[in-house]
């Protein structure tokens, strides 16, 4: 079955630490993954998804497929990158994405 | 349009009525989701329409949630006799083109409240 899992419901971390969400997923393919994030009264939107290999706002994220993770990383966290995030699978032709049930990333000054 | 429109933002409905969800998506996308979020959790797939073509409804919960797209644009996700478990956020996406490259982009959802 196509599973993803966030493991931590709330991360707390202070401005200027390192932060990591995890991600684990379950898929017998190729599986696509992403990162969407949600800040508070905006809506959904892409962060960055594997595929892209890219650092969007000092986020990175690494598909390891020995370990079918794709944790969401940060070397120093900033106030504003407080928001719900959530990991994503596509596994399937048609673009459906299977979420993760998210973090929330709490920076603190 | 700038983005996915959805509406009305809010819809409070007594159990038992019926209601309707509408869904813009950016002009010329091809691909639609629907997605349903409720409270802590994230969101989970109800359907999917490749232009008109409603090819996955796999993710609907019961015979009483209808989608369609009749002219490929606008959407309507339809609730018939609501129950309280249907409250949640309703989220629609839109992506340019079918299949895996297209990014997928959100609504701001309606937040059905069912009383």
């Known amino acids: 079955a196509q599973r993803v899992t966030q493991p931590e419901k709330l991360l707390s971390v202070f401005k200027g630490a390192p932060v990591e969400l995890k991600c684990n997923y379950s898929?017998?393919?190729?599986?696509?993954l992403f990162w969407y994030v949600q800040y508070s009264r905006q809506r959904l939107q892409l962060l960055l998804r594997h595929i892209s290999r890219e650092s969007i706002k000092g986020f990175t994220a690494d598909l390891n497929k020995g370990e079918t993770s794709f944790h969401l990383k940060k070397p120093f966290a900033q106030e504003e990158d407080s928001a719900m995030y959530y990991c994503a699978l596509r596994g399937g032709s048609q673009g459906n994405l299977i979420f993760g049930k998210g973090t929330k990333l709490s920076v603190k000054p | 349009g700038a983005g996915v429109s959805q509406s009305p933002r809010y819809k409070v409905a007594k159990r038992g009525q019926d209601v309707a969800l509408r869904c813009d998506p950016i002009?010329?996308?091809?691909?639609l989701f629907w997605y349903q979020q409720a409270l802590g959790q994230g969101p989970e797939f109800l359907t999917y329409?490749?232009?008109?073509?409603?090819?996955?409804k796999s993710g609907l919960p019961s015979d009483r949630f209808f989608a369609e797209r009749p002219e490929g644009s606008v959407s309507t996700l339809k609730i018939q006799r609501t129950q309280q478990e249907d409250s949640a956020v309703y989220l629609c996406?839109?992506?340019?083109?079918?299949?895996?490259?297209?990014?997928?982009?959100f609504g701001n959802g309606t937040r059905l409240t069912v009383t």
């Open positions: 002009s010329g996308h091809v691909s």
């Open positions: 329409f490749q232009n008109e073509a409603q090819l996955d």
């Open positions: 898929y017998s393919g190729s599986p696509e």
């Open positions: 996406a839109s992506s340019l083109s079918a299949g895996d490259n297209s990014p997928l982009h």
